[in-house]
């Protein structure tokens, strides 16, 4: 209701013509029933209605604006209609009051939103994760959460103050927000830390978007008393359905997570992943090629592997490959055996050296199996047009 309730708050602040609010309040009733009625006349009136009720007094409104001002020979204000219904028809509602809808605003944003960094706040984001998880359960869909802090932000704050530590945070702020997607939902959850919660996100996806906000944010100095700071951030993700079904679980493992990217050395993102493996892992010495996926030009690079699971690979490489790159992966299992075709995403890197590289990609079986049936299609085709050559 929370969430219905901001929809209406913006289209009235937002739309000052009052037909085009109507309208707008109609689109809203399509997408979301009912209980928008019961949203717009507790915003505008403070009565509190169920849908039914809400819905009739609503329509009644509409109604006695269009009498009104047939009568008067000008349109009346929504606002003016409705306090005169409330006024003469409503005496159940004796005790309504027209709520000034800028004052409400501040309200509804003093309570979901940080004063300093603008963005929403713990309680709101923990509200809304619940909802979320609520509807990725019953729709079957993907959620991803990202926590992440800035690194060394202590030190920071001690060398240069408070106003400066503040400084930080909403430029930081600033970048997240117009980092991310539209349907992402940004809070900050206390001091330097942050969460984002993707909706329809598989974790892999997430990581990748994380990793683009970490570049972002370590390319761009901020600026404090003529010193050109190089800000960075630590982030970890954790997914819902793989990894936890529950909301606070899920932030508890995005926070493990961001724990694991501080200990590997700051500035990264890292994933969930439980201590003890879903997969059995075993050492895996084999030759392999690597290739970018979709890319015909792309060369073809040699790499060794390291170990193996059901659920993905770790190589070395004498090139780095960015997370979240699609490769495939051409891996011989036995020695004298044809190279088996791998396809995954690039969800890990670690330098050794100026050429040595740890690569750790996981596995994407739809993409394996998408391939294969393009290859087979591909074949079945060619054999086809080779019988129709050789009956002409």
């Given at each position: 209701m929370r969430l219905l309730k901001e929809s209406v708050i913006n289209c009235r602040i937002n739309i000052n013509n009052d037909d085009t609010f109507i309208a707008e309040l109609n689109n809203l009733v399509e997408k979301n029933g009912d209980?928008?009625?019961r949203a717009a006349i507790q915003i505008l009136t403070d009565c509190d209605l169920d849908s039914g009720e809400a819905k009739k007094s609503w329509l009644e409104i509409l109604n006695h604006r269009e009498n009104i001002s047939r009568a008067l020979g000008r349109k009346?204000?929504?606002?003016t209609a409705i306090s005169d219904y409330l006024s003469s028809y409503k005496e159940l509602l004796k005790d309504h009051k027209i709520v000034e809808i800028n004052s409400y605003e501040r309200a509804?944003?003093?309570?979901?939103?940080d004063h300093l960094t603008g963005l929403f706040n713990k309680a709101y984001f923990q509200s809304t994760l619940a909802q979320h998880l609520s509807l990725a359960k019953r729709n079957n869909t993907d959620l991803s959460v990202l926590f992440l802090d800035i690194d060394n932000f202590k030190e920071i704050n001690d060398t240069f103050g408070h106003n400066s530590g503040d400084a930080i945070l909403k430029n930081v702020a600033h970048m997240i927000r117009r980092e991310l997607r539209t349907s992402d939902i940004v809070a900050r959850f206390g001091g330097d830390e942050f969460v984002v919660l993707m909706p329809n996100t598989y974790k892999i996806n997430a990581?990748?978007?994380?990793e683009r906000l970490r570049k972002t944010i370590n390319q761009k100095p901020i600026t404090i008393d003529d010193i050109n700071l190089e800000i960075t951030i630590s982030g970890g993700v954790a997914g819902f359905p793989v990894d936890a079904q529950r909301a606070q679980n899920l932030l508890n493992l995005a926070d493990s997570a961001l724990y694991r990217a501080k200990g590997a050395g700051k500035n990264s993102i890292a994933l969930f992943k439980e201590d003890k493996r879903r997969f059995l892992r075993i050492k895996f010495n084999r030759s392999i090629q690597v290739k970018q996926l979709g890319f015909n030009h792309t060369r073809i690079l040699s790499g060794t592997s390291k170990d193996i699971a059901f659920g993905g690979i770790l190589f070395e490489n004498k090139e780095p490959l960015p997370i979240g790159t699609k490769i495939q992966v051409n891996i011989p299992m036995t020695e004298?055996?044809?190279?088996?075709?791998?396809?995954?995403?690039v969800v890990r890197i670690e330098a050794f050296g100026a050429d040595l590289y740890d690569i750790g990609m996981t596995l994407s079986f739809k993409e394996i199996e998408k391939t294969a049936k393009d290859e087979i299609s591909k074949f079945l085709i060619q054999q086809s047009e080779k019988r129709v050559e050789v009956r002409n």
């Open positions: 209980d928008t009625y009346i204000s929504l606002m509804i944003k003093d309570s979901t939103h990581l990748v978007l994380s004298n055996s044809e190279p088996l075709l791998l396809i995954g995403t």
